[in-house]
């Protein structure tokens, strides 16, 4: 098998000191191959979003290894992992975190100014991906002019923009309705049947059906790992046109 | 990322926030005006001061009779007023005891001695066209010399005309211009008091002293105005100039020898006269105006230093609201110098565009005079202002962005 997307290895956070010391990790190890589509559940508190921030960058574990593509993450320096951040990782969080007072469109072509795409064609895939999240026609409205079903595929648009190999969403549907749900996994289940590596945090049952597995965290363990579908191959409630009923 | 991706990023930062923007923006624009016309108003009204006493003439004393109750100059003198003082034994000044004066052998340190006889108030009348002058000063031509009057246009009168008596005149500017417009006065004839005065020269302009017009004057020979308006009574004052810089206290003590015997002053006793003099004045006046210039600059430095706390203080805000902005960007892969650079730009071009509005309103802002003094630009002061204001945007605009830039993505998310 190929070089996996991402694993980490015996991963532990310990937060505060002293008495406030909090274990939010205790010893995660996890291994996600290219392709898959991951939901983690677990209660609050037992440390779902530590393990997401670790895994897209934005936080240092206490103790343990993270390799994405092969590459140790603790051994990267600022720069590149802020070239890591930008090519290989979409995050997607709960409070969508779109820059205010940004057009929708300059907030979706951001990660490309960064990653140092030329102004026109940052443009076309900007339109391209706010397209494909359904928002054409809500490009030059500002964060605080769109509903936060349409703000959080403002954030979904962002994260893909840059087609990262790896997508992280942190509970991306924790505060959108039915049918803003809908539309957002629905663009999830695509861009994984397009080959897309996901891992999704989730609290809704029928969110993690749709994943093809499910990884359950008690306080700062994987107690559970399920495979409800394959790998390779569509997620579970994708609608699938080529393969006939 | 290109440097001129940066300055958009800036630049579209700072639009995202006019109010603050401008605020900052103005904030630093007061500053630095401030300081620049604090400073020039200081520069002014030290030069308009240095200009003044120099107009009073370069080591030079002026013996005036201290009971006539004039100012320095001794304005009143003319008028006579014989008893009028408190004391009975004093005595007026004399053209004797201005001849005394000129004893080479009692007094080596005096170069040359104008008396001075002084009306004020005097109407000239050229061809119907009246005007009050408001000094008409008799006296002997190394007037002009010691008290820095220089001819214009056409000449100065000489001893011969003093000795003569002769009724020629060298008018001020503002005399000239009032009486004669535009026309060249030289060689035209003034009525003073029914008394005809031929113009032979005109002053260059000296400009204004204090409350007084200092072209508002008419310089003729002594006898001449003796004759027709004041007549041969004491002396307004002496003009003494002493031979050098070095010599006007020594040129100070022969006078007050010479007077004191003349007047039968007592050794310790009190004098009828008093002595101005030029270089002491100079010396106190100087003290002052350093005095003066330093509490300008303290209040400049104040008013920079207020700026710049401003500056800080908006700065600091604004990095620290925008945390959370800055952890946004790098989650989605901004590197470092990156966010350094954007908020870097956004603190010069608030500083720049501040900073060079406040030289730009100090500029106008120093054309028009304040209370009389017109205020004189002081480059460095523009460096200072600039250097400073500037200096602190990026300091504080840099130092707090360059934490927040430094701070992991998750601890700059959850910053609130
Ligand atoms: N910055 C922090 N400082 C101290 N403790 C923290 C911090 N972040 C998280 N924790 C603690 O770590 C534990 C795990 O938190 P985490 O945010 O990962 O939970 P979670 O599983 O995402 O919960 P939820 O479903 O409510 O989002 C919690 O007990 C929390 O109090
Ligand atoms: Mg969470």
Do not use: W
Not at chain 1, 146 to 160: E, M, Y
């Amino acid at each position: 098998m190929s070089v996996p997307v991402l694993s980490v290895r015996d991963l532990s956070k310990v937060y505060g000191e002293g008495d406030a010391r909090v274990h939010a990790l205790r010893g995660v190890s996890l291994t996600v191959e290219r392709g898959d589509y991951v939901a983690i559940m677990g209660a609050s508190g037992s440390g779902k979003s530590t393990l997401m921030n670790i895994l897209g960058c934005l936080d240092v574990p206490s103790s343990g290894r993270y390799l994405i593509e092969g590459t140790d993450v603790g051994s990267l320096d600022e720069r590149r992992l802020a070239v890591l951040r930008n090519r290989k990782i979409g995050f997607v969080f709960q409070s969508f975190n779109l820059i205010p007072r940004m057009s929708a469109l300059a907030n979706v072509e951001l990660p490309m100014a960064y990653g140092g795409v030329g102004a026109a064609e940052r443009r076309a895939r900007a339109l391209a991906a706010l397209e494909r999240v359904g928002l054409a026609d809500r490009v030059r409205h500002e964060p605080n002019e769109l509903s936060g079903g349409q703000q959080q595929r403002v954030a979904v648009a962002r994260a893909l923009v840059t087609a990262p190999s790896l997508l992280l969403a942190d509970e991306p549907t924790g505060n959108l309705d039915t049918a803003s749900t809908r539309d957002v996994l629905g663009i999830f289940d695509e861009l994984n049947v397009s080959g897309r590596t996901i891992v999704i945090i989730t609290h809704e049952d029928d969110v993690a059906e749709r994943a093809k597995r499910v990884v359950r965290l008690v306080d700062g363990r994987i107690v559970d790992d399920r495979r409800q579908a394959p790998v390779e191959g569509a997620p579970p409630r994708a609608r699938t046109p080529e393969v006939p009923a | 990322m290109s440097r001129f991706e940066i300055l958009r990023f800036a630049l579209r930062g700072l639009a995202a926030n006019k109010l603050r923007s401008f605020l900052t923006t103005l904030g630093i624009l007061i500053g630095v005006a401030a300081v620049i016309l604090l400073v020039a108003f200081g520069e002014g009204a030290s030069r308009s001061i240095q200009q003044n006493i120099q107009q009073l003439g370069s080591n030079t004393l002026t013996v005036s009779a201290s009971f006539a109750g004039g100012g320095p100059g001794g304005f009143a003198g003319g008028r006579g007023g014989r008893g009028g003082g408190p004391r009975t034994q004093a005595r007026q000044l004399t053209l004797d005891d201005a001849r005394a004066l000129t004893d080479r052998a009692q007094a080596p340190s005096v170069r040359s001695v104008s008396p001075v006889v002084t009306a004020n108030g005097t109407a000239a009348v050229y061809e119907g066209t009246s005007h009050t002058v408001s000094q008409l000063v008799g006296t002997y031509p190394s007037y002009f010399e010691a008290t820095n009057k220089v001819v214009e246009k056409g000449a100065y009168f000489v001893n011969d005309d003093v000795v003569a008596a002769r009724k020629v005149m060298v008018v001020g500017r503002t005399v000239a211009d009032e009486l004669f417009g535009a026309a060249d006065p030289v060689g035209r004839q003034v009525t003073v008091s029914g008394v005809p005065f031929t113009v032979v020269g005109v002053l260059r302009e000296a400009g204004s002293s204090g409350m007084q017009d200092a072209d508002d004057v008419a310089i003729v020979p002594l006898p001449a105005v003796q004759q027709s308006l004041t007549g041969f009574g004491p002396l307004g004052s002496i003009i003494v100039q002493a031979t050098g810089a070095g010599t006007t206290d020594a040129a100070q003590d022969e006078v007050t020898a010479i007077l004191d015997q003349r007047h039968g002053i007592a050794p310790g006793g009190v004098a009828d006269y008093r002595i101005l003099n030029q270089a002491a004045l100079q010396e106190t006046v100087s003290s002052t105006i350093g005095v003066f210039t330093a509490l300008l600059g303290a209040v400049a430095a104040i008013s920079l230093l207020v700026g710049g706390i401003g500056i800080t203080n908006i700065m600091l805000v604004t990095v620290t609201e925008r945390t959370r902005e800055i952890g946004i960007r790098k989650a989605i892969g901004a590197p470092r110098s990156a966010i350094l650079g954007q908020f870097l730009t956004e603190a010069t071009v608030l500083s720049l565009a501040g900073g060079l509005a406040g030289v730009l309103v100090a500029l106008a802002g120093s054309r028009f005079p304040v209370a009389g003094i017109q205020p004189v630009v002081v480059p460095s002061s523009i460096a200072l202002a600039l250097g400073v204001s500037v200096g602190i945007g990026l300091f504080f605009g840099g130092y707090p962005a360059n934490r927040a830039a430094k701070l992991r993505p998750i601890q700059a998310l959850r910053h609130e």
